[in-house]
């Protein structure tokens, strides 16, 4: 999706046009996970257009559509919960003791504090981040480095 998008992007940049976008959820029957999105785009006094699916497919993850469950799962995630990490979305104040809010890139494998603003982040694709509360040992023993540069101690 993110390719289509920086596709209709870059056209709009070099152009100068005005673009009508949109974007379709498509299911298969009566699942409840959609099997991909319909993406859209004309431009308004031009010949560009742009109709293409996008499977609902990530790196590592096979899904049971039919139920929602998750067969297969070899991202990171299922490697922290592994371990026990209790990760929750919202950190209150007693486990904020415990847990952090952290940045991790998923390319290089380190993990950031979210509150730091650490300038390694700053040319990373969006694609490659995800945003996580959770205990430091746990992240430690799923693989993943600390930044050098926000966690200095």
Known sequence: ??????????????????????????????????????????????????????????????FQYSDGKIIKDSRIWSKILEKGSKITKVANKKKSKVNENYIINTK?????????NCSKLDNVLLQNIQETTAKQKDLLDAGLKRCKECMKE
């Not at 993990?111 to 730091?116: M, P, S, W």
């Open 1 to 62: 999706m993110k390719k289509i998008e920086n596709e209709i992007g870059e056209y709009i940049k070099d152009n100068l046009v005005k673009i009508i976008y949109r974007v379709t959820i498509k299911y298969k029957g009566k699942d409840q996970i959609p099997i991909g999105i319909l993406i859209e785009a004309q431009a308004i006094n031009d010949k560009f257009s742009i109709c293409r699916f996008c499977y609902n497919v990530q790196e590592g993850v096979k």
């Open 108 to 116: 290089t494998k380190k993990f950031h504090l979210l509150d730091k």
